[in-house]
Antibody, heavy 123, light 107 residues
Framework: EVQLVESGGGLVKPGGSLRLSCAAS????????MNWVRQAPGKGLEWVSS????????YYADSVKGRFTISRDNAKNSLYLQMNSLRAEDTAVYYC????????????????WGRGTLVTVSS | DIQMTQSPSTLSASVGDRVTITCRAS??????LAWYQQKPGKAPKLLIY???SLESGVPSRFSGSGSGTEFTLTISSLQPEDFAIYYC?????????FGPGTKVDIK
């Protein structure tokens, strides 16, 4: 089955750190750019970060730049998000999302999503 | 950043109704627009990409149109399973932006 499964969410204090993981299965993970997208409780969707298939190109939203680090391990079919210096406004469900990448093009929309993992930043 | 707006923010409709949602971009994004459907407690689901291309497996009652700065998502005959929140997303560049969403609820 083609799927993405996130893990690693939880309750963390402001200023703390958390590492999210996303396990991919059922497709050739190493050929797709991957993304993290978040959704604060009761709010809309916000793109967080993107990483190309070979990790050569990495992008971040201004709201997380310098605090979050995206990475991937193609041998393990896994995507990661290291989150440091967490703030209350980082509280959200974090989704792992696949780009429908071809050999020549990254598209920047998202054709497969995981179920998400909740990160709560609170003292 | 490109600002995305959607109208209306909430839409009340009945089963069988034709429903249209509008998405506007603050600058031209050509046809680099996607539409997603999200139901409560679930992940978003891709419906339309490149403004008018239907994602595989999505019912043909969904359609998209537009280019430049104004886009529409149309549901030709609303079904019970279509009550959800719909988001547009621009992907003209390296910083994708979502619209605020349109909630389609039961009239």
């Amino acid at each position: 089955e083609v799927q993405l499964v996130e893990s690693g969410g939880g309750l963390v204090k402001p200023g703390g750190s958390l590492r999210l993981s996303c396990a991919a299965s059922g497709f050739t993970f190493s050929t797709h750019s991957m993304n993290w997208v978040r959704q604060a409780p009761g709010k809309g969707l916000e793109w967080v970060s993107s990483i190309s298939s070979s990790s050569s190109y990495i992008y971040y939203a201004d709201s997380v730049k310098g605090r979050f680090t995206i990475s991937r391990d193609n041998a393990k079919n896994s995507l990661y998000l290291q989150m440091n210096s967490l703030r209350a406004e980082d509280t959200a469900v974090y989704y792992c999302a696949r780009d429908p990448t071809t050999v020549v093009t990254t598209y920047w929309y998202f054709d497969l999503w995981g179920r998400g993992t909740l990160v709560t930043v609170s003292s | 950043d490109i600002q995305m707006t959607q109208s209306p923010s909430t839409l009340s409709a009945s089963v069988g109704d034709r429903v249209t949602i509008t998405c506007r971009a603050s600058q031209s994004i050509n046809s680099w627009l996607a539409w997603y459907q999200q139901k409560p407690g679930k992940a978003p689901k891709l419906l339309i990409y490149q403004a008018s291309s239907l994602e595989s497996g999505v019912p043909s009652r969904f359609s998209g149109s537009g280019s430049g700065t104004e886009f529409t998502l149309t549901i030709s005959s609303l079904q019970p399973e279509d009550f959800a929140i719909y988001y547009c997303q621009q992907y003209n560049g390296y910083s994708p932006d979502f619209g605020p969403g349109t909630k389609v609820d039961i009239k």
